[in-house]
């Protein structure tokens, strides 16, 4: 059974330039995560999915973070305009339910730098 | 909000070794703990989950304590080996039924 998919795994972009990231979780999980994570820390959670609702969006930066979950299944984050502080790993997992009970699968996780 | 403090320092131990990992947490107990195994570049892991009135969960080499009057779990490797090295992660849900994270603690298992 395949994994989390993110693409890209790595990104280097100019300050001020836009961003996307993609994320297909795994089929028949109805929540999808977004975390944030830097170097040394532990996942940050910035957005969560119910289907195609996001139900926890608390911690999105929403001025220049959006995301999007259509059709409830692939997830994209987009970053626009990304600034020098987002450089981080972003992470998408997937669980078969919401509950905090669930384990969460992971995925590789998508590099950013930003110069 | 749930604070969550984990040994940020690396653990050296000798292979054969039992490594214990502490994950302490600040204010009200969760009903669930997780367990999370990260290594470089790759997302973390699920290893093991134990509930509020479970003292203790067992798995293979693993085992978590979880003690609610000290805000403390517990993370033990017995009969450690090179390729348990990883960073380790606690995560406590948060009573708005989503997991908060530890910032990990790094154990490096020696041969």
């Known amino acids: 059974e395949a994994g989390v998919v993110q693409s890209p795994r790595y990104k280097i972009i100019e300050k001020k330039q836009p961003v996307a990231f993609w994320c297909n979780p795994i089929?028949?999980?109805?929540?999808l995560y977004w975390y944030l994570q830097n170097l040394g820390q532990g996942p940050e959670l910035l957005i969560r999915y119910e289907n195609e609702e996001a139900v926890d969006d608390s911690q999105l930066p929403k001025d220049r973070f959006s995301a999007e979950r259509l059709k409830g299944v692939d997830s994209t984050l987009k970053i626009q305009p990304a600034e020098l502080g987002d450089s981080a790993v972003y992470l998408c997992?997937?669980?078969?339910?919401?509950?905090?009970?669930?384990?969460?699968?992971f995925g590789p996780g998508t590099r950013l730098t930003v110069l | 909000s749930q604070k969550i403090e984990q040994n940020s320092e690396a653990l050296n131990i000798q292979e054969g070794k039992t490594a214990t990992l502490t994950c302490n947490y600040t204010n009200y107990s969760p009903a669930y703990l997780q367990w999370y195994r990260q290594d470089p570049g790759r997302g973390p892991v699920f290893l093991l989950l134990?509930?509020?009135?479970?003292k203790e969960k067992r798995k293979e080499r693993l085992k978590v304590t979880f003690d609610t009057t000290l805000k403390q779990s517990l993370f033990h490797i017995t009969a450690s080996q090179p390729a348990d090295s990883a960073t380790y992660l606690c995560a406590l849900d948060n009573a708005g039924n989503m997991l908060t994270f530890g910032g990990g603690t790094r154990l490096m298992v020696k041969p």
């Open positions: 997992a997937s669980s078969l339910g919401g509950s905090s009970y669930n384990e969460q699968f």
């Open positions: 134990i509930r509020e009135n479970e």
């Open positions: 089929s028949g999980h109805n929540t």
